[in-house]
């Protein structure tokens, strides 16, 4: 075991997408910079990250594409009903396409070539900007990964250093300011010195008090979910406790974890998109129905996903016929469009031919998927998706009836949208999915801490997942002023460029 002593102008503790943006940013400025990453990979979801917003770039100017700040802005500052700090707001918006702008002037044009003009994927065309965007697919990188791979080559370029496997064991505090931290990497002891220091430690939804506290359906619901990126296992909040020792201001009434639901990847293109066509019902553990259909259109994926965590372990499932399919199949471009634009693998996308579609049926039900069903009556359903047969039987009768009578009095569909269930029937398993946890650090314009006691924490900065204030926690659903991986590379920047300072 070996002690070992460093010292830096700013101490980046996350080697994630915003923590990597920061410590490069203040490298470039002329900042001695270590970023240090607890596993043994740089990236965190930025590498799997693909879409984002930017505003007010020289980049989108020089290719004539409007400016949509205002509109943007005001939109949501209405939906957050003007809780948002403004400033932070504006310098948020301004950060994204200052950002872009710096990293278009060091990328190599290796890494330009692969940014079009483009749209974030879930943006209203109203108010959402057309900007670079670079989407992950053969022969390509999607933009978080360049972005990842672009700041940690030119940190080191720029005299920065990155330590993996290093862990924050503790930090000292002097006069509410964090001089130093204590890591362990392997079996070596380090101290680093430090003026400044960024959090970008990313999510604590693998923190089980705190989602057992704050989030108590996910935490029943949560044996029974599959692993995914944003529920990684290295995302602790460990970023929590260090900025609480240094006086920081913890925003526990916004804390918040997103939901998506239900989501239904499965072999069969034409059975996964059922979930968005209006022909379908949706059923819980329970064998009862719980929304109307189709949520995800109306709602959102995410929204919806907060219906879907209310159910009994989390669970759903997409019940239809061969007429909800082949009504969904004739009626081809005026499918029912969603209010919240999906991905293109949930948009309800179906084959222009019947003899297609159930090509791409019948391979799925011979392959096996376990995600999906065909049963010839009520009973096989209800036992090959595990639910009550006497309470699926009510349920479909019920719906049925409400069919005839063409009023939904059950979840209010609307009545074009009404179409009878009948044999054989088609489920699909529909999984419970979540894009992470957020906030706990409370942040002024700038990413600076705010101290629990007023003011601000000196030397402290939050970007990322782990900065509060740049969403509301309405009734258990994020509602935010801009998307996550927006808010990392713009906060990230911000951070950086103030901790140079």
């Not at 503790?13 to 900042?31: D, E, N, T």
């Not at 970023?35 to 990979?41: A, M, V, Y």
């Not at 991905?343 to 791409?360: N, Q, T």
Request: net charge negative; aromatic share 8%.
């Amino acid at each position: 075991m070996s002690d070992i002593k460093k010292s830096c102008d700013v101490l980046v503790i996350g080697g994630g997408g915003s923590g990597l943006v920061a410590g490069c940013r203040a490298a470039s400025l002329g900042s001695s910079v270590i970023i240090l990453e607890k596993t043994d990979s740089l990236g965190g979801g930025m590498n799997s990250a693909s879409t984002m917003r930017t505003f007010g770039s020289k980049w989108q100017k020089e290719r004539d594409l409007p400016d949509t700040s205002m509109d943007y802005l005001r939109n949501r500052m209405d939906e957050t009903f003007w809780r948002i700090d403004r400033k932070l707001a504006t310098n948020v918006i301004k950060g994204t396409g200052e950002f872009f702008d710096w990293f278009w002037d060091m990328a190599p044009q290796e890494y330009r070539n692969y940014f079009t003009v483009g749209r974030y994927v879930f943006d209203d065309p109203k108010d959402g900007p057309l900007g670079p965007q670079s989407e992950r697919g053969p022969g390509s990188k999607g933009s978080g990964r360049i972005f990842v791979e672009v700041c940690s080559q030119k940190l080191t370029e720029f005299g920065g250093e990155i330590i993996m496997g290093a862990a924050v064991e503790d930090v000292a505090v002097e006069n509410g300011k964090i001089v130093s931290a204590t890591v362990k990497q392997g079996e070596d002891i380090l101290t680093i010195d430090c003026k400044n220091v960024i959090l970008a430690c990313g999510a604590w939804i693998r923190k089980p008090e705190f989602v057992e506290k704050y989030y108590p359906q996910l935490a029943a619901a949560q044996p029974y979910m599959g692993e995914s990126p944003h529920m990684a296992r290295y995302y602790t909040g460990d970023g929590l406790a260090i900025a609480e020792k240094a006086g920081a201001h913890m925003d526990t009434t916004n804390l918040t974890i997103r939901m998506m639901g239900p989501m239904t990847m499965c072999r069969s293109r034409v059975l996964g998109n059922m979930a968005n066509s209006p022909y379908s019902i949706y059923v819980n553990k329970n064998g009862q129905r719980f929304v109307s259909e189709v949520s995800q259109l109306r709602l959102g994926v995410f929204d919806s996903g907060s219906v879907v965590v209310e159910q009994p372990e989390g669970k759903s499932f997409v019940i239809f016929d061969d007429a909800g399919i082949k009504r969904s199949i004739a009626d081809g471009d005026n499918q029912p469009k969603p209010q919240v634009p999906m991905p293109s693998m949930m948009a309800g996308s179906f084959p222009k031919s019947e003899e297609e579609a159930y090509e791409d049926i019948n391979k799925a039900l011979e392959a096996g998927d376990p995600s999906i069903v065909k049963a010839d009556t009520i009973e096989e359903l209800a036992a090959a998706i595990e639910v009550p047969v006497d309470a699926l039987k009510e349920t479909i009768e019920n719906y049925n009836s409400y069919c005839a009578e063409g009023m939904d009095w059950d979840c209010y569909k609307p009545t074009e949208w009404l179409q009878p269930i009948n044999a054989p029937y088609y489920a699909v398993k529909g999984s419970l999915g979540t894009d992470g946890a957020f906030g706990g650090v409370e942040i002024n314009e700038v990413m600076q801490a705010k101290a629990a006691n007023g003011g601000v924490v000196e030397g402290l900065y939050i970007t990322g997942d782990l900065a509060s204030g740049r969403f509301i926690n309405m009734a258990g659903i994020k509602k935010q002023i801009i998307n996550d991986m927006s808010f990392a590379l713009s906060s990230g920047f911000i951070a950086g460029t103030q901790a140079a300072k």
